[in-house]
């Protein structure tokens, strides 16, 4: 216990407490802080208040052993690691982009907490994708408080990993990082080479930072593309999965598949960041993040209207089901998701039963049966490729399929 390097985590969510656990299975003392006192308790029993595969396992037995304890407030370390939420602001808007205003409120309050803490030499990590000029920020809030910030080192680390598969892509994946000096860089670098095997890339805190809200920004213009194709091919009566098949057997073009949009906590969130920081030069990645958004309305008028030709065709009021609610398939995450946006909004006009194999119930929603849902509905929505909608056997019925999980 007495040579071990001693880190505090400030943060014990989806990103905190994997890492806390498997730093706690690496030979480091972790002190895992969070502001939720059930998150603590429910911790230090050595159980998990989120869902990821292996974590209760690696909880568990670093709790067991000691190396692992949880507390509101932070303690004396060697590092600090800040892996707290970056939300976007629920009250303000940047006026020049019309976009939302990034959150970075729990980082600032995180900061404050840790600087009774600090000691010179003490490595300060920010793990939280944030905005650039975040990691430059924390370090005037730590000057502001009186640390001298010349002899401690300050660094960015983004986190990529998929949920789903953390435990492993905390080890495997290459890992940008990039402090505030070089020395800062350096002494990152060397923490993150103690247990990622992927290779740890030397960066400024500024690029690293960029680096991760790039990352989310590729994935949402191509898809954004992909999106518009399938609108301009409604229109122009041509089938837009055959078009991509046939587009992609080019050597050089890769054109992802469409879908009701753009959902999660990720994609659909850091591109607003660049967007915020850019007095409206972000021209790209804006407009694909209003693509992405204007391609959920456009489901939505989509099947208004397929009720409303259903509704003279028959004389009657159609029952529309909307398969899947998730941000994308086979999870129970909500977070922004299209589906859940396009469900509800379809609720407020039609006669409207959903399905989400994930969850139980959803507030609001009439949530049923995937079997129920073919049988009793008239007009089935596919919005969410979840594994229970492929193979199903629907007779007679209408279906506006967005995820291509029908015949994909
Ligand atoms: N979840 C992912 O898959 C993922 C992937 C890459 C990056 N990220 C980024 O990592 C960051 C953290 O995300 P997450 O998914 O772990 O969030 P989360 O909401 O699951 O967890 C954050 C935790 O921080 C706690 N917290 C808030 N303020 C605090 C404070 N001042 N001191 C201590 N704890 C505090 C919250 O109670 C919560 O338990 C975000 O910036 C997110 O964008 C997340």
Known sequence: MKNKKKICIMGMGYIG????????????????????????????????????????????????S??????????????????????FHADKINEITNSPIPNVDYIVDATKKI???????????????????????????????????????IAHSPERVLPGHIMR????????????????????????????????????????????????????????????????????????????????????????????????HCISVDPWFIVDSANGKAKMVEQARRT???????????????????????????KVACMGLAFKPDIDDLRESPALHITQELNKKLDVIAVEPNIQDFQGLKLVRYDDACNSADILVFLVAHKQFKNLDIVNKQIFDTCDVING
């Open 17 to 64: 407490l994997p890492t806390a656990a498997l730093l706690a299975n690496r030979d480091y003392q972790v002190h895992g802080v969070d502001i939720n006192q059930h998150t603590i308790d429910t911790i230090n029993r050595g159980e998990i208040h989120i869902v990821e595969p292996e974590l209760d396992t690696f909880v568990h037995s670093a709790v067991k």
């Open 66 to 87: 000691g190396s692992l304890v949880a507390n509101i407030e932070p303690a004396e370390s060697d590092i600090f690691m800040i892996a707290v939420p970056t939300p």
């Open 115 to 153: 600087v009774p803490y600090i000691k010179p030499g003490n490595l300060i990590l920010l793990e939280s994708t944030s905005p650039v000029g975040t990691t430059d920020m924390m370090s005037n809030v730590l000057k502001n408080e009186g640390i001298d910030i010349s002899n401690i080192f």
């Open 169 to 264: 892509e905390l080890i495997e994946n290459d890992r940008v990082v990039g402090g505030i000096n070089d020395a800062s860089t350096l002494k990152a670098a060397e923490f993150y080479r103690t247990f990622v095997e992927g290779e740890v890339l030397e960066t400024t805190a500024n690029t690293a930072e960029m680096a991760k809200l790039t990352e989310n920004s590729f994935r949402d213009v191509n898809i954004a593309f992909a999106n518009e194709l399938s609108i301009l091919c409604d229109d122009m009566n041509i089938d837009v999965k055959e078009l991509i098949l046939l587009s992609n057997r080019h050597p050089r073009v890769n054109i992802l598949n469409p879908g009701c949009g753009v959902g999660g």
């Open 292 to 318: 992405n958004d204007y391609k959920a309305d456009w489901v939505v008028e989509k099947v208004k209207n397929m009720a409303l030709q259903f509704e003279r065709d028959n004389n009657k009021v159609p």
